[in-house]
């Protein structure tokens, strides 16, 4: 698994006294725009080709409360691969108060000009780079 | 099904040139709470009695893009509710594309100093409303 | 004036209890989007044309806190315009409480292309509204 | 000047392909956060004695645009400090693009119980921090 740590921000407190549930959905594109940018593919490459990858699915557990100054370190792995579409999971750990914040889950397709397009054809690069990271050991089988 | 319309902002875009997806988990809660004032115990009303319903799942798919200015009307209404857990569904439409944005469902647990509780004992003015929507065919069969 | 009417969000609140200071700026946004739509040029108009009008300087003064729930009604008004530069400014009260929430002031240039360009030439429809808004006596001198 | 640096990211980009304007607020308070923990007396400190710091003021002048991925680096400093209020300068740097991004001034009161009081009295540790911060060659004539 990758790791994306990052501080819990005043601004991101409510009410309650917590990091309002809002923000971890910022939190995990975080960290998959780091992770993808480690893998040696990032967005800024995706946008110069054209592509875009828009989120088609979230769903996200919340476990435990983040508050403000907190350090989360979000655990990041691409569970599902199949060149239309791609599966993003994260774990959300409070280092601070070593407890799980949450777990959560991405879906992505990929677009040109406005069609979903597979990646195979689209952007080998990343096409390569994703196949290769699930056909890991090292990875897919963490 | 409860309605609650709001425009999207231009602040709500990213340079995708449309609405940022953590922003639909923003107008889902504007619309629960919208709706819990509506049903005759909003969130002020809890807070007040010492409560807190804090989020403890979202899911959510995002089905067309929702851009700058365009209106979002979101229907709310609770698939779901036993006292200590409650699940909202969500519909959000795209009024000025007539396009599905997206649907969603939230699940909150109710706290009071920092404990799971029932709502039969802890605020059973919510829990008799729920209780009657859920009862009611006009709501509960749509 | 033009007056803007939102409610505070919860999603808005930090943990002083307190609507966060930042989503005044966006409010500012909000009310300057609909003010420029009554106007009749409104920024969907401005884009289409392929010009932006960023935001290069903006001042607020906090005066009395804004509650999650609270009805803030945002008074906006042209300050100055000369082609080149516009200088909005807003009024933002607390309907709920009775109370200033804060004064502020944005300043706009016109760019096209990456270059700051005038009205007068890149779009004279709302140079025109500009100029007719700042003769006019009941809004100039209000 | 005490420096922070952090990353532009993609769902603070709006649909001019920049980061929205109301993000560099956000961007202060987190180097002002930084700031003040690196002082020695940060705002979970300020917070466990009961004391709020409200922003009573903000201005900031917007220089040259940030883009998603660009990295930010803020530097803060006290421009002045007298027991019941405080002001913070900010320069805003684009490293990657080698421009100044922006330059603001948050001012600052400091609340308990919902009055304003003295830091001399309220927080003795911070007004000798800031104190000291100030009579500094290093830091004051800079």
């Keep these: 698994m990758f790791h994306y740590t990052r501080k819990a921000q005043y601004h991101e407190t409510d009410q309650m006294g917590v990091i309002h549930h809002a923000n971890y959905i910022k ?3 975080e960290a998959r725009v780091a992770f993808l940018d480690a893998l040696g593919c990032g967005y800024v490459d995706i946008e110069r080709e ?3 990858s828009p989120v088609v699915g979230i769903s996200i557990d919340y476990r435990h409360p983040t508050m403000f100054s907190d350090e989360a370190e979000i655990g990041v792995r691409i569970n599902r691969y199949s060149t239309r579409m791609m599966e993003i999971g ?3 750990r409070n280092v601070t108060r070593g407890t799980l914040a949450a777990e959560g889950v991405s879906k992505h397709c990929f677009l040109k000009d406005g ?3 597979s990646l195979k054809t689209a952007l080998p690069k990343l096409d390569a780079l994703l196949s290769a990271y699930l056909d890991s ?3 897919g089988n963490e």
């Design 27 to 29: 939190w995990m594109e």
């Design 50 to 52: 054209g592509l875009g």
């Design 90 to 92: 994260y774990v959300i």
């Design 115 to 117: 069609a979903v397009v």
């Design 137 to 139: 050991d090292e990875n």
